[in-house]
T-cell receptor, first 112, second 114 residues
């Protein structure tokens, strides 16, 4: 069975500071990994995904994530955040590309 | 990128009535569509998986007679909440996949049952 753990439910960070949102997963097979962002009262927008190949994945809005198989992690990072990055971030894992399992989300608040 | 729409974006209904929510893939044919439910400040919970032309597969604990899913074409899936009650109030989100292994999400439908 698959599961996703987002260790931090809330992350406050000052504007222009770096941020890392943590995601760990458990699975007995190879997986696809995703990060989605959700703005208030909206659906989810894909930030980036890891399917195969290079373990460092670059996404939209300056975000990147690194797949670490040995640590079963897929942490999301951004070197300098903006006010507009304030949102809920969800990590998701899938074995087949069909059924997704989501973490509980991390609320990122960027402080001016 | 792929675009998925939902209609309506918000709906308020009386207890006991039924509500239909539409999910459309606007610029691609979706082999599979998914329906999620999200409670305030919580993650998405998968309700069911829907393939065009076949019956939906419901997750454990989801009442298939209460949440009717129809996937009549490769671009449209509908979720009908039958005899809605206040506890059904939630944010319902659909997603769709095409050939690649990525789900594209709709903007969500906020349902409030009075």
């Amino acid at each position: 069975a698959q599961s996703v753990t987002q260790l931090d439910s809330q992350v406050p960070v000052f504007e222009e500071a770096p941020v890392e949102l943590r995601c760990n997963y458990s699975s007995s097979v190879s997986v696809y990994l995703f990060w989605y962002v959700q703005y208030p009262n909206q659906g989810l927008q894909l930030l980036l995904k890891y399917l195969s190949g290079s373990t460092l994945v670059k996404g939209i809005n300056g975000f990147e994530a690194e797949f670490n198989k040995s640590q079963t992690s897929f942490h999301l990072r951004k070197p300098s955040v903006h006010i507009s990055d304030t949102a809920e971030y969800f990590c998701a894992v899938s074995e087949t590309g069909n059924q997704f399992y989501f973490g509980t989300g991390t609320s990122l608040t960027v402080i001016p | 990128g792929a675009v998925v729409s939902q209609h309506p974006s918000r709906v308020i209904c009386k207890s006991g009535t039924s509500v239909k929510i539409e999910c459309r893939s606007l610029d691609f044919q979706a082999t599979t569509m998914f329906w999620y439910r999200q409670f305030p400040k919580q993650s998405l919970m998968l309700m069911a998986t829907s393939n065009e032309g076949s019956k939906a597969t419901y997750e454990q604990g989801v009442e298939k007679d209460k949440f009717l899913i129809n996937h009549a074409s490769l671009t449209l899936s509908t979720l009908t909440v039958t005899s809605a009650h206040p506890e059904d109030s939630s944010f319902y989100i659909c997603s769709a996949t095409r050939a690649e292994e990525t789900q594209y999400f709709g903007p969500g439908t906020r349902l409030l049952v009075l």
